[in-house]
């Protein structure tokens, strides 16, 4: 008579016959070696299936959405945006590629509302007062990346030019012309960087450092240098160019696009020029008070929408054409 070679033993309740045993090795398992690829792959499943776990119930818009900020919106049933208004193309009178993007954010935040916007007027000066003393939540108006706020992705790139009355002067570069600014504007700033920038002289190297060897003194023969007037205003800076006292004057596109193209009786001026030497560029973006730095997070995902739905691309159109 056969016997059964799966038969558990009559020696233990638990006793396996070696047959059996066999084939229980040949299972998959997850203890040393030969389990090492095992634990791995269960290892990283179930770290997928934490991330769509957290994903689902953490995703940052629903996170956002739920935020202070957000429910402080809701409740007064209205976002209010600084805006200005006095930017051709930008936001005029209420009407604009900012006002356009107000009202967008707007209706992200307050999605049923039928008035979800009130609009404030404001400047590049009474921008921080208003978001620190809660008259607005947010500001579209113009403004570049700082550390004094929340910012959101740049909606609109500009650049810096020099704008000059001479034809003559529009091919020569700053070095060989007397050059108008304003430093307390973001244009200002791009400028004062880029006049370090032309004129900085060798550093002394690191040898130099140790052995304490003064820093090279530039040759005043080839030198290069940039005669810059400062200007409290863009009257005065206005002014100062039609009177000959400066050749060129530093202006965003934005501001060129007001005083000389959109409303010329601002300047006084029928024809002008724009030299060849960009100075360099400015991001405008959406600011938020850093107490509040929901709103910049949810401008994010809204520019980024916009940018890849061709949505913003078509505002600019419809506003432009901008330089």
């Known amino acids: 008579m056969k016997t059964n070679p799966y038969k558990i033993g009559k020696t233990s309740r638990f006793a396996i016959s070696p047959r059996l045993k066999q084939r229980f090795n040949k299972l998959p398992t997850l203890k040393g070696p030969e ?73 992200k935040l307050l999605p049923d509302s039928d008035d979800p916007l009130k609009l404030v007027e404001c ?4 921008v921080s007062t208003k978001l620190k003393d809660g008259s607005i939540d947010v500001a579209i108006a113009l403004q570049t990346a700082s550390s004094s706020y929340a910012c959101s992705y740049s909606y609109f790139t500009d650049k810096v030019y020099l704008v000059t009355l ?49 820093a090279p003194t530039p040759d005043p023969a080839t030198a290069v240098t940039v005669d810059a007037v400062k200007y409290g205003s863009f009257d005065e800076l206005i002014v100062a160019l039609k009177s000959g006292q400066i050749d060129a004057a530093v202006m965003a596109g934005a501001y060129v696009r007001k005083y000389f193209d959109a409303e010329p009786e601002l300047s006084g001026v029928s024809e002008y020029y724009i030299c060849d030497t960009v100075i360099g560029s400015l991001d405008y973006c959406i600011v938020a008070s850093k107490d509040n730095p929901a709103f910049a997070s949810i401008a994010d995902m809204l520019i980024y929408k916009l940018n890849e739905d061709e949505t913003l691309k078509e505002l600019r159109v419809k506003y432009g054409p901008f330089r």
Not at 57 to 82: A, D, I, N, Y
């Open 35 to 107: 389990g090492k690829w095992w634990r791995r792959g269960l290892i990283a499943v179930g770290i997928v299936l934490l991330a769509l776990i957290l994903y689902h119930f953490l995703k940052p818009e629903t996170s956002l959405m739920s935020s202070v900020e957000v429910r402080r919106v809701e409740s007064r049933g209205m976002l209010t945006v600084g805006v200005r208004y006095d930017m051709p193309g930008f936001c005029e009178n209420g009407e604009g590629l900012e006002a356009e993007l107000a009202m967008l954010l707007a209706k």
């Open 123 to 126: 400047t590049s000066k009474t």
């Open 166 to 214: 001479d034809r003559a002067n529009k091919a020569k570069t700053p070095p060989e012309m007397r050059i108008g600014y304003i430093p307390e504007t973001a244009a200002g700033s791009v400028f004062s960087a880029y006049v370090l920038r032309v004129t900085s002289t060798a550093e002394r190297t690191i040898v130099d450092k140790i052995l304490g060897r003064p």
